[in-house]
């Protein structure tokens, strides 16, 4: 099931009973385990490439995302200093949307694939940076742009989606 796409058995749903609910939502959670299972082999070669490169220079962890996975990620991001003491100057964050987008929605940020370029440039990423680009759909413009010109420029880049 693709994440743009409705489900048809979720169809009446605001007519269900509360445990009838629950369940679904439980049963989906399932079903999103089962299917990371099935690439836990991918997901530690980023692992291991993206702790490779960190551990071997002063590289940083980008994130880059729009929407709700950019707020995820910059949730993920500052824990990682308390947490594992990550120097918060090995963190760097390009946001659809900037700032302003973790607390108020910015609309049509996610397409704006010039803005992903600017504020790329602004990150300067390099050969020891690591570049985690989150879309839910995997093909976000602006995620994809940063993740393509992260790329380019000699960082690692990992893409994480919903979507295969």
């Given at each position: 099931?693709?994440?743009?796409?409705?489900?048809?058995?979720?169809?009446?749903?605001?007519?269900?009973?509360?445990?009838?609910?629950?369940?679904a939502?439980?049963?989906?959670?399932?079903?999103?385990?089962?299917?990371?299972r099935?690439?836990?082999?991918d997901?530690?070669?980023?692992?291991?490439?993206?702790?490779g490169?960190?551990?071997?220079s002063?590289?940083?962890l980008?994130y880059?995302?729009?929407?709700?996975?950019?707020?995820?990620?910059?949730?993920?991001?500052?824990?990682?200093?308390?947490?594992?003491?990550?120097?918060?100057?090995?963190?760097?964050y390009?946001?659809?949307?900037?700032?302003?987008?973790?607390?108020?929605?910015?609309?049509?940020?996610?397409?704006?694939?010039?803005?992903?370029?600017?504020?790329?440039?602004?990150?300067?990423?390099?050969m020891?940076?690591?570049?985690?680009a989150?879309?839910?759909?995997?093909?976000?413009?602006?995620?994809?742009?940063?993740?393509?010109?992260?790329?380019?420029?000699?960082?690692?880049?990992?893409?994480?989606s919903?979507?295969?």
């Amino acid at each position: 099931m693709k994440t743009e796409t409705f489900d048809t058995k979720f169809k009446g749903l605001d007519e269900w009973e509360d445990a009838q609910i629950l369940d679904a939502m439980l049963g989906a959670q399932e079903a999103g385990i089962a299917a990371v299972r099935t690439i836990l082999p991918d997901i530690e070669k980023a692992a291991v490439a993206a702790a490779g490169r960190l551990k071997k220079s002063n590289g940083r962890l980008i994130y880059a995302e729009a929407a709700t996975p950019a707020r995820l990620g910059v949730q993920d991001g500052v824990e990682l200093t308390p947490t594992i003491g990550l120097p918060t100057a090995r963190l760097a964050y390009a946001i659809a949307g900037g700032e302003e987008a973790l607390l108020h929605a910015v609309e049509n940020a996610e397409d704006d694939i010039e803005q992903a370029g600017r504020d790329l440039q602004a990150i300067a990423p390099g050969m020891h940076d690591v570049c985690i680009a989150v879309s839910a759909s995997g093909r976000t413009p602006y995620t994809v742009e940063i993740c393509r010109l992260a790329r380019e420029a000699g960082a690692l880049t990992i893409g994480i989606s919903s979507n295969e």
